[in-house]
């Protein structure tokens, strides 16, 4: 068994996060290849590396001096070298990657080095092999990364070294110019070693135990997802739960290599695990059919009339998604009635065009009456084992309904493991409360 491990910047944060990590990779032989991130904030007000090294580069560009600044940057990890007991020369690394910088030097060459330097104390501490992302992870002039070339070089060097641990984040051009991913790109690194090294599993180490079934800030310590499928993370992540972004693993995905989300402060916690799909689903999954609720506030709707439309009703919705469409608004759903149809929205999509938008709606003579409420939100219960069960959303909008919670909109996606619904906005918090209780607890 191989297992590929990714550590946040809240896990490399300082001496005693590295301890944690430390403990966590030995107490698993099979865990070979480490990739970290820069170190993050200690506590809330302290500073993310990466962030700084970003303002070292406005600095550069602006012709101001940046000493200050490095000099945080270097107490940062002098300190972790010093308490870990570590012999690399840390200060020495600094002041060489920053030696010849100058107005031409680019961003994406300065905030690597965050990931750089953690990298080799990391691999010093843990007695593993320093292996730069320059070495093998190799960017496409397009942007794109050269798989085929970056996954050969990394096997390559993993058959040497047997051990290792690599930064995240940046890679580089065939020139040898760095590149980085977009913010947060370490979790692609991880990804992309994972399945390069066609590893059994996934880790990656963060601070939470998991991805939550609900966000905390509305249900106090909500249970933590134990399985959760890539189509499921998918509609939860668009939906505004602040998980793992399911493009950034999908290297692993396409290997089918499951994810785990770990907690580096609770390590014993067995975390979530995202996978394609799961054989044997366990009782207690099976009974609890929802695996996540999430939302977003702040819809609108324009509700479209029209006596005995029958077969008009297409060329009618054509008609007004075109208007849609004009006004540049995204489209989120459209319910529909016998002799109506709504159209959902995002409200500050429409900002003040409001009133050209219904005028230009209230002016076609196809629809009889059309009316726009605003101040909706969406909800969506999310679960694997609704699908092609029945009774599910009766069990829904009956504890809605109990609990005196008008819906607006439904909406079921046509994999059935989505129910969309529409309350408003004062409704929102007290609609997902509701869900929870009554279907997840
Ligand atoms: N250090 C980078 C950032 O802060 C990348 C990462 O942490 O994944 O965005």
Redesign the pocket.
């Known amino acids: 068994m191989l297992k590929v491990l990714k550590f946040?910047?809240s896990s490399v944060a300082d001496s005693k996060q590295f301890a944690k990590v430390k403990a966590i990779v030995e107490s698993d032989p099979e865990r070979e290849v480490v990739v970290v991130?820069?170190p993050?904030k200690r506590q809330s007000g302290d500073n993310?590396?990466?962030?700084l090294l970003y303002l070292i580069h406005a600095h550069i560009k602006y012709g101001v001096a940046f000493d200050t600044i490095l000099g945080m940057i270097k107490d940062r990890y002098e300190e972790i070298a010093e308490e870990c007991g570590l012999k690399t020369d840390i200060a020495s690394v600094i002041d060489e990657s920053f030696a010849g910088v100058n107005k031409r030097t680019t961003s994406d060459y300065i905030?690597s080095r965050?990931?750089y330097f953690c990298a080799i104390l990391m691999a010093e501490y843990l007695g593993y092999k320093f292996v730069d992302a320059t070495e093998w992870l190799v960017f496409d002039y397009n942007g794109k990364v050269d798989r085929k070339t970056s996954d050969a070089k990394l096997r390559e060097l993993k058959e040497i070294y047997g051990r290792i641990v690599t930064p995240?984040?940046y890679g580089a051009y065939p020139s040898g110019e760095i590149r980085?991913?977009?913010?947060?790109?370490?979790?692609?690194?991880g990804a992309i070693v994972a399945a390069a090294l066609e590893a059994d599993i996934y880790e990656n180490w963060t601070d939470v135990s998991g991805i939550l079934m609900v966000d905390p800030k509305i249900v106090k310590d909500p249970k933590t997802i134990a399985r959760v499928t890539y189509d499921e993370l998918r509609e939860l992540s668009y939906m505004g739960a602040s998980v793992l972004h399911e493009d950034t693993v999908f290297p692993v995905r396409l290997k089918d290599i499951p994810v785990n989300i770990r907690n580096t402060n609770e390590p014993d916690a067995p975390g979530t695990i995202i996978g394609e799909k799961f054989e044997d689903e366990l009782k207690e999954e099976h009974e609890r059919f929802i695996t996540g609720i999430a939302g977003k506030r702040n819809f609108s709707i324009v509700n479209i009339y029209k006596s005995r439309i029958g077969e008009a009703k297409i060329g009618l919705l054509r008609q007004v998604l075109e208007v849609f469409d004009r006004y540049d608004i995204p489209v989120e759903q459209i319910p529909s009635g016998v002799d109506s149809f709504s159209v959902v929205f995002p409200t500050d999509s429409m900002q003040a065009r409001k009133y050209d938008l219904m005028h230009e709606l209230t002016e076609n003579e196809s629809i009889d009456n059309c009316e726009l409420t605003e101040g909706i939100s969406l909800i969506a219960i999310v679960g694997r084992q609704m699908a092609y069960r029945t009774g599910i959303s009766g069990k829904i909008f009956k504890a809605l309904g109990d609990n005196k919670i008008n819906i607006r909109t439904i909406e079921q996606g046509a994999d059935e493991i989505n129910i969309m619904i529409g309350v408003y906005n004062e409704d929102f918090e007290r609609a997902i409360r509701v869900l929870y209780d009554s279907f997840a607890r």
Request: hydrophobic letters at 30%.
């Open positions: 946040g910047g991130s820069a993050g993310k590396i990466t962030d905030a965050g990931e995240g984040f980085v991913f977009p913010r947060g790109g370490s979790d692609i690194t």
